[in-house]
């Protein structure tokens, strides 16, 4: 069994490097991109952990994964027990290991960031979860006496997947019903196979489902069943509505309405869940990309999943942004992994026409240069378009990745539940309460666009909520 070094060795060891798939291989399929550290490679990073007396690393972790005590077990090489102990805060580490902003949560925390690298979290994590489901462990159906009320989940992204976990474990009957056929929200629409696997999703939710968790998909509530229809005529006592933020905004530029021209949501559906990738074992729902021009517009994480997705499918991909990289709000791992596979990058640019043939086909755009002026609202600096520079530039495909908003059929539909001026609904922050009796809310439908553990954070305190509004029964 490792062991810890003195302190001051431990500062020595060299951070791990991640192993990863050959750049110029990777651009041509959809397998993973990072393949995982060694068992040896994770000992050595874990090793490298002072132990702190004040572990600040966890402060950077939105659900305090008890940090510290999972390196622990690592070095003892206690790898399944590494998983438990994470689990009792994140119970979807295999995810979270990789889809995580560590970078700007924990390990952005973590002390040994100051002088040296920080331990690598996130990567650990991981390690440990992808261990436990080599050895095939699943989670125990609970064993706990069932309460006899029923509570409704609407949609099935990691934070419906979080809430229905906690209440099944707390002795709840639990249906997520969800509005297209595959499970998962984001984690398998949106973000790709390359970053995802979605083998890996499907475990976690074959896990829920064999701990007892009714799913039930192609079932749109605010359609299918309005929101009353499941509390009065279901027998819903409680729904936790998690219906993400999937309605994409478009930039209100000419053109944006020719073929050719996608939004990156409808672009990674498509790709994802009817596997485009597997043309022609299976039909293509995309327009052909190989060989031709595919403009991504936008500088976020959704941007390099469309821009990549592009180039695997043959396409010559670049991004256009109209700030510099320095304000990109995409990861720094995604912007060099994109770099490294061939992505091209045209910085402080931005389209102002989209420019179609005859048939109502894309051809070309018209762009215009961009200079920084003074910080805006987001504090990073405003992007001020230069006289004159207006140019054009020939394209074959585009697709628009400036963000989502949420979609407004469930506050058409139950006009009762309060929502802000964006369309998110409002919710009391400790119990996640809405304004409707007995429904609560998390995840992107209340935060708008954010990250897998926000959602997943939030799933659980609604839990919670829900667990105490359905024991003492006031609102
Ligand atoms: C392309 C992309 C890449 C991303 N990459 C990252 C990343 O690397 N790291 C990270 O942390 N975050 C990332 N995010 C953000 C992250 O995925 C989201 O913040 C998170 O998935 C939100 O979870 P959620 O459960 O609130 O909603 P979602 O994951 O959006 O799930 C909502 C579910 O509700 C269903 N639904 C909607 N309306 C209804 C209805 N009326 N009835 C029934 N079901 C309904 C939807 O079909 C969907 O399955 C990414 C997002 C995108 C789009
Ligand atoms: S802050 Fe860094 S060194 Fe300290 S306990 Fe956390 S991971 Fe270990």
Known sequence: MAEFLPPKERTKLPRQVMPEQDPLIRAHNFEEVNLGLTKEQAILDAQR???????????????????????????????????????????????CGRVCPQETQCEAKCVLAKRFEPVSIG?????????????????????????????????????????????????????????????????????????????????????????????KTNVVIGATYSIDELMKEEGYSAVFVAVGAGLPWFMNIPGESLAGVYSANEFLTRVNLMKAYKFPEYDSPVLDCKERRVAVFGGGNVAMDAVRTALRLGAKATIYY????????????????????????????????????????????????????????????RPVPIENSEYIEPVDIAIVAIGNGSNPLISQTSPDIDTNK??????????????????????????GGATVILALGAGRQAARGIDEYLTDGSW
């Not at 966890?58 to 659900?63: L, R």
């Not at 390196?71 to 102990?85: H, I, P, Q, S, T």
Request: proline share 5%; hydrophobic share 35%; net charge negative.
């Open 322 to 381: 109209r700030r510099s990289e320095a304000e990109m709000p995409a990861r720094d791992e995604e912007i060099h992994h994109a770099k490294d596979e061939g992505v091209k990058f045209e910085m402080l640019t931005t389209p102002i026409e989209l420019l179609g043939d005859e048939n109502e086909r894309l051809h070309s755009m018209k762009c215009i240069r961009m200079e920084l002026g003074e910080p805006d609202a987001s504090g990073r600096r």
């Open 49 to 95: 952990c002072l132990q702190c007396k004040k572990p600040t690393c966890m402060d950077g972790c939105p659900v305090e994964i008890k940090i510290i005590d999972f390196l622990e077990l690592v070095v003892e090489e206690d790898f399944l027990g590494a998983a438990r102990k994470i689990k009792e805060d994140n119970v979807l580490p295999a995810i």
């Open 422 to 447: 964006w369309g998110n609904i409002n919710v009391d922050g400790d119990t996640m309460r809405t304004s409707k009796p007995g429904v609560f809310a998390g995840g992107d439908i209340v935060t």
């Open 123 to 215: 990567r650990l994590e991981r390690f440990v979860a992808d261990y436990e489901m080599s050895k095939g462990i699943t989670s125990e159906i609970p064993r706990i006496d069932k309460k006899g009320k029923k509570v409704a989940v609407v949609g099935s992204g990691p934070a419906g997947l979080s809430c229905a976990g906690d209440l099944i474990n707390m002795g709840y009957d639990v249906t997520v019903f969800e509005a297209l056929h595959e499970l998962g929200g984001v984690l398998v629409y949106g973000i790709p196979e390359f970053r995802l696997p979605k083998e890996i999703v499907r475990k976690e939710v074959n896990n829920l489902r064999n701990m007892g968790v009714e799913f």
